[in-house]
């Protein structure tokens, strides 16, 4: 019988993950919240949505505050994209750094359980018997400090 998945604990949380996320500046928080919205099919929808409500109002009626070809619409849209392109930059930026520190810290993680691996398969190699194996304080051995040692 196979046993039910068991979730992770969240209290333990990656190196990279402390730093670049509960460490973060304001502005970084910041940008990675407009990255979050700006990135959303809601962003999208919503704007699309003003977008029309904007052309129909003046297109409509016989005083657009904007008439055709809706020069400030075209000036709001402008200094939206502005703002916006460095924002997702900024972020996008941030969020190559927390992935290129993840894979710094799995690589360290991958040559400590290399290592001992290593020391796990020299003290089995040293063993001349199956009950030298029984007898392997196998605790003891995972709990050394210098298991990356290959003497």
């Given at each position: 019988m196979r046993r039910p998945p068991t979730k992770p604990d969240h209290?333990?949380?990656?190196?990279a993950n402390t730093t670049?996320?509960?460490?973060?500046?304001?502005?970084?928080?910041?940008?990675?919240a407009v990255?979050?919205?700006?990135?959303?099919?809601?962003f999208i929808a919503i704007?699309?949505?003003?977008?029309?409500?904007?052309?129909?109002?003046?297109?409509?009626?016989g005083h657009p505050f904007d008439p055709w070809p809706f020069i400030a619409l075209n000036l709001a849209l402008?200094?939206?994209?502005?703002?916006?392109?460095?924002?997702?930059q900024l972020s996008q930026n941030r969020?190559?750094?927390?992935?290129?520190?993840?894979?710094?810290?799995?690589y360290q993680d991958g040559w400590?359980?290399?290592?001992?691996?290593?020391a796990l398969i020299k003290t089995i190699e040293q063993a001349k018997s199956i009950q030298e194996i029984d007898q392997i304080d196998w605790r003891r051995l995972l709990n050394r400090e210098d298991l990356g040692s290959t003497d």
């Open positions: 209290k333990k949380r990656h190196p670049h996320f509960d460490r973060a500046p304001l502005g970084a928080r910041i940008a990675n990255a979050r919205q700006v990135g959303s099919w809601r704007q699309t949505a003003l977008i029309a409500a904007w052309v129909a109002y003046n297109a409509a009626y402008s200094m939206e994209a502005a703002y916006t392109g460095p924002i997702l969020l190559t750094a927390h992935a290129e520190a993840r894979a710094d810290g799995d400590e359980t290399h290592a001992m691996l290593l």
